[in-house]
């Protein structure tokens, strides 16, 4: 201890009127004899001690409150798929799905067109110089990170079911960025129809022209043109189909899904969307089971 050591001091003599209480000043003035020096190092001593016992205190209360179990942020998972049945809708340009049965009826060799069912379509950005597109992105070169996304949703059902072919317009996007500010880049954007409910029917669902063109919701090429400035990652949609045109301006490289269905259980916000994809070599399209994972 500090107190226990002895000290060395200097003593300065001074006339006795001026030496009269200098002992009772405080610390600060008791400097010069050895009675003084002593209570210094004591006090210093008995400080420090204080101090110490402190901050192990707080290193107690510390510890206890980072190894104290945090309560999770209650999650719900929502699956954005449909079932793949024999009778569910198909392009006219595909093959209906066929699924080949075992005698006990479960399934033995499935046959499903590429554009049957939930998909997910790559569209690859052109090289600027050259116009040429990537065909090397393809499903199997995407990592589990590209196929996990924040998520965003567009709720259009009130406008899209009347008129049937509805053409969702820059406006639409832009009237919801004022409710929930711009749409972050990188960014899922998934637009809700409600079209879905007519998955069922596919006569209705499809909703064919005499000319075999699709009559459902999909996206205006200013629409897509917007997205593109946004520097979003990918659309997905509760139809069959995105938009009747490309982009004007080709994006980075975007993630398209299509035929999602339960997008009304998503809020507008705070979505995280994972894509399983099949690992067809160099193909630009696979079936997806999209999975949603929102707040509860």
């Known amino acids: 201890m500090l107190g226990d050591r002895p000290q060395r001091t200097s003593a300065v003599n001074l006339p006795r009127h001026q030496t009269g209480g200098a ?4 610390l600060g003035m008791s400097l010069g004899g050895k009675h003084s020096a002593g209570r210094v190092a004591l006090v210093a001593a008995v400080l420090g001690v204080i101090a110490l016992i402190a901050l192990i205190a707080l290193g107690g209360v510390l510890l206890e409150a980072c190894a104290a179990p945090s309560t999770p942020m209650p999650l719900r ?11 569910m809708p198909h392009l006219p340009t595909t093959t209906a799905t066929h699924i080949e049965r075992t005698p006990d009826g479960s399934p033995h060799t499935l046959t499903l067109a590429v554009g049957n069912g939930t998909t997910l379509h790559l569209l690859a950005a052109p090289d600027p110089v050259t116009g040429a597109v990537d065909r090397g992105w393809t499903v199997e070169r995407l990592s589990p990170r590209d196929l996990t996304l924040p998520a965003v949703v567009l709720d259009l059902r009130e406008r899209a079911q009347d ?3 509805y053409t969702i ?5 832009q009237a919801w960025e004022q409710q929930h500010g711009q749409l972050p880049a990188d960014t899922l954007v998934l637009f809700l129809t409600g079209w879905d409910v007519r998955w069922g029917d596919p006569a209705a669902y499809l909703n064919l022209a005499p000319e075999q063109q699709l009559g459902v919701p999909h996206l205006h090429p200013d629409t897509l043109d917007l997205l593109r400035v946004r520097g979003v990652r990918g659309i997905g949609i509760d139809t069959p189909q995105i938009s009747r045109e490309p982009p004007r301006a080709a994006p980075k490289g975007w993630l398209l899904l299509t035929n999602l269905t339960r997008l009304e259980q998503l809020p507008a916000t705070g979505t995280t969307v994972s894509i399983g994809v099949l690992k067809l070599q160099g193909s630009h399209a696979s079936p997806a089971m999209v999975r949603a994972v929102r707040p509860e």
């Open 169 to 173: 317009t820059a406006a639409d996007v």
């Open 77 to 87: 998972h929502v699956d954005l798929t449909h079932t793949l049945t024999q009778d």
């Open 163 to 165: 008129p049937p072919v």
């Open 23 to 26: 002992g009772f000043m405080g």
